[in-house]
């Protein structure tokens, strides 16, 4: 006959493994809930001060491990640093572990259109079809720490580029962002690239601080970093016959 601690030690990986798989599962009926209920509470309104997100239809998924949200005519608008912006994409989606780092996965495709406001106030319109369209975000208890937007083979009527590149990171030591500008085989009316590339760093980034938690509007970020003597100081520029400060400054 089998001993009682024999059969515990026969059983109990498989009782285990099936605990665990409950638990995970609760976990992520119980994370999908919430974000649901969260983009009903979004559709439409705004996400954070001055920016408003919509969609036509979304569906969520992802399980066991990730929440995965597909979304289709998404939309972004609001105010920007000197006047109004919006994208817009016929397909995006969401992606984002159910555990361990706050990092959220991005990808976009179909059209792309995109409207902004540069520093003078002048307003900008393009549009354009990526091969490939990808992004990320990290947050941490500080608000945003990192954003990196890669997209490949954009072209349209407007321009036409092997590659685009747009990164922030907040450095560790919270007292500057680092920004980062980068178009591989650039083409739009007479401007003819292999490489456009710009980097800066904005001083007295606390000014930001509000905004990358969510708790202030750009512009309100923006004249705040201005006030407190916020600089830009631009290095590596590899922008012949292009502005490099007006290609970021956008963004400040």
Not at 10 to 21: G, H, S, W
């Amino acid at each position: 006959m089998m001993k009682y601690s024999s059969r515990f030690w026969l059983y109990a990986p498989t009782l285990a493994f099936l605990a665990i798989a409950a638990a995970v599962m609760l976990h992520w009926w119980t994370a999908a809930g919430a974000f649901e209920k969260k983009l009903a509470a979004l559709k439409g309104h705004e996400a954070v001060p001055g920016i408003t997100l919509d969609w036509s239809s979304a569906t969520v998924g992802g399980f066991p491990f990730r929440i995965d949200a597909d979304f289709t005519n998404f939309s972004v608008r609001g105010a920007g640093a000197h006047g109004p912006f919006a994208w817009s994409s016929e397909k995006f989606a969401l992606h984002a572990l159910t555990y361990g780092r706050a990092k959220d996965v991005f990808e976009a495709a179909g059209q792309q259109r995109v409207r902004w406001t540069d520093a003078s106030g002048g307003a900008h319109a393009a549009a354009f079809l990526p091969a490939s369209f990808h992004a990320s975000a990290v947050t941490d208890k500080r608000g945003l720490s990192r954003v990196d937007i890669d997209i490949l083979d954009a072209g349209g009527k407007d321009f036409t580029a092997a590659r685009l590149q747009l990164h922030m990171r907040r450095d560790p030591d919270g007292n500057d962002l680092d920004l980062m500008l980068r178009a591989d085989t650039f083409k739009s009316g007479k401007v003819d690239q292999k490489l456009v590339q710009v980097y800066a760093t904005l001083t007295r980034s606390d000014a930001f601080a509000a905004l990358l938690r969510g708790d202030a509007t750009w512009p309100q970020a923006s004249g705040k970093w201005r006030a407190a003597g916020g600089a830009a100081k631009l290095s590596q520029i590899t922008a012949p016959g292009l502005s490099a400060d007006a290609l970021l400054s956008p963004f400040y």
